[in-house]
């Protein structure tokens, strides 16, 4: 809750009381009544009077009349009532006495809130299945779930990031079995997690063959891996030892493109962790009856709950998805005490979670309300589902290399003597399509249009960053300035100034919808205010020396709110560009 919105409350809660002798109502209960009008003619703040009509008997156009005419305070230049709304207007004193000045004695601290003090958060996100492509589809992901940990650790959280990779499953018995049909070790080493794919690609297709031109599906091949991935679950030695080769080379390429990313992660507790952690929880739901047998496979009966059934074990005995995240969800609760834990996922897999959590619950956890499925959009490209085998992915590696080299050429043709050229491009190159993933809300598909993405022009992170750098430079060139001599006497100050207070609320917002974009879009407003103040306000020129201060104050503010918010997209910011 933004501080004016507090003030605004307590200011009707007690004229409310000096009016009617009463106070039916607490300041936050009133604070969380107030809202934005649609239009600044209506003001900054409005209250909505007939949420009191009942409680005080009154109709809402006598109540607003009635309050407004007690209500005085230097924090608003005028509250008005219109047609049942008291409408707040907020001074330019509250901006230049109060807001500024905050903003610039505390820094990086400005906008944080102390709410997860002695909360541990666990967030899984990410989360690639290894040995295959690590593709635009698990960008969202990895994006999604990075920023909202950073918002998570603004809010004072203590966070652990997992990425819990898919190190287990039947694809390993299907690229043991190609590597032993088709690989050899030296072109693995030489070719890495780029061999691995294309053998993994060829023996999917060889499996399902290709009916319109006359291609039979290799069942042979599909028993083969079921029996190599057999071999694996029984522990034979070679192919373990192929397992965690491929794990690592397929690991390390991730890694290589979370580092480009700025992506870190404390944990990396794959399926593979929790192979012997499943049995105990399969036999708390025997013991506790929820097991069914159901033509041979064990299930969790959900029907009662409108679900498909819970699948726990295969007909053969073996573990399955649900299996794994309800005995991981166990550990976790009991490793790291959490307050919440986060998975971040494609909204493909609500069915999934809603599911297991449901079991959890029926188990008689009691952390079941703590688990928080947050779902994304489709991702796809140029219209179509991506998919692995067909070929219709672009990995994250290329993306993030075709923008970098953009940027390149940008900066060789527009600012060849820049220091750092090559850190700034990257930072740029990735920034651009770090902010065109977290622009929209994220249960909005994605359709990938690489021109979209590698475009600088409009609200495009390129923008954002270079809205930054330009208040590094004007700061540079600006001289001294002091926080208690701001006066604003511009519209275009005003309106900065008024955005700049909501940054705490933008917070506040993206961290309770888990939503990133309210961070992306809080920024772009800040931009846009800014560069609507740089244009219609000189600063270096500006004509006295007041003048000077105020302009060179808020630049300050704005850097200071803008170098804050854009880390929690995970965008980096660059002094220059
Ligand atoms: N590896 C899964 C996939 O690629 C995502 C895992 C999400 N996390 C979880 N605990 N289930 O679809």
């Not at 029984?234 to 794990?247: A, I, M, Q, S």
Request: hydrophobic share 35%; net charge negative; proline share 4%.
């Amino acid at each position: 809750m933004t501080e004016i919105k507090l003030t605004a409350a307590e200011l009707i809660r007690a004229a409310i009381e000096q009016a009617y002798g009463q106070a039916p109502f607490a300041r936050d209960e009133l604070a969380a009544m107030l809202e934005y009008p649609p239009d600044e003619n209506m003001g900054d703040l409005a209250f909505p009077c007939f949420k009191l009509s009942k409680t005080l008997r009154k109709s809402p156009v006598m109540i607003a009349e009635e309050l407004s005419r007690v209500i005085s305070s230097r924090d608003f230049a005028k509250v008005e009532p219109v047609s049942g709304y008291l409408n707040f207007f907020v001074s330019r004193e509250y901006y230049e006495e109060k807001i500024i000045p905050e903003i610039l004695q505390k820094g990086e601290d400005y906008g944080k809130s102390d709410v997860g003090k002695g909360k541990t958060v666990v967030l899984d996100y990410s989360s690639p299945n290894l040995c295959k492509p690590f593709h635009l589809g698990h960008l969202a992901s990895t994006m999604i779930g990075h920023s909202i940990k950073k918002i998570h650790q603004f809010c004072g959280y203590n966070c652990v990031g997992i990425n819990y990779i898919g190190d287990w499953g039947t694809q390993f018995g299907k690229q043991i079995a190609a590597y032993k049909l088709w690989g050899n070790e030296e072109e693995v080493k030489k070719g890495g997690v780029d061999e691995l794919a294309r053998l993994y690609v060829r023996i999917n297709n060889e499996i399902s063959g290709d009916e319109e031109n006359g291609i039979a599906p290799r069942k042979d091949l599909a028993d083969m891996a079921r029996a190599e991935f057999h071999k694996l679950e029984e522990g034979d030695k070679e192919n373990l030892r192929l397992w965690k080769w491929f794990v690592d080379i397929s690991l390390e390429e991730c890694n290589r493109t979370y580092k480009k990313l700025g992506v870190d992660f404390d944990s990396y507790a794959g399926e593979s962790f929790y192979t012997d952690k499943m049995p105990a929880q399969v036999e708390k739901l025997r013991e506790m009856g929820l097991l069914k047998i159901d033509q041979g496979a064990s299930i969790v009966d959900l029907s009662e709950y409108n679900m498909p059934p819970c699948l726990i074990l295969k007909t053969d005995g073996s573990t399955l998805y649900p299996t794994r995240d309800i005995a991981a969800s166990v550990y976790r609760y009991n490793t790291y005490d959490f307050a919440k834990c986060i998975y971040v996922t494609a909204s493909a897999q609500c069915l999934h979670f809603s599911q297991w959590f449901k079991v959890v619950e029926l188990m008689g956890y009691d952390f079941y309300d703590k688990l928080v499925h947050v779902p994304y959009g489709m991702v796809s490209i140029g219209g179509e589902k991506l998919a692995t085998r067909t070929g219709n992915v672009i990995l994250i590696r290329d993306l993030i290399d075709a923008a970098v080299e953009k940027v390149t050429a940008v900066i060789n043709e527009k600012n060849p003597d820049l220091e750092n050229k090559e850190e700034t491009a990257q930072a740029v190159g990735v920034g651009a399509v770090v902010f065109h993933y977290l622009l929209n809300s994220r249960i909005k598909d994605i359709n990938f249009v690489m021109d979209d993405a590698l475009s600088f022009d409009g609200n495009t992170g390129p923008y954002v960053q270079y809205t930054y750098a330009r208040t590094c430079s004007i700061l540079e060139k600006a001289g001294e300035y002091k926080a208690e001599k701001i006066k604003i006497t511009e519209k275009a100050e005003e309106d900065l100034a008024k955005i700049l207070s909501r940054f705490g609320e933008a917070v506040e917002n993206a961290l309770n919808d888990y939503e990133p974009s309210d961070i992306t879009r809080y920024i772009l407003d800040v931009c846009t205010a800014f560069n609507r103040f740089y244009h219609d306000c000189p600063i270096i020129t500006a004509e006295d020396e007041a003048e000077k201060q105020t302009r060179t104050a808020l630049t300050k503010a704005t850097n200071t709110v803008l170098g804050s918010a854009l880390p929690l997209i995970c965008m980096k910011t660059p002094r220059k560009i």
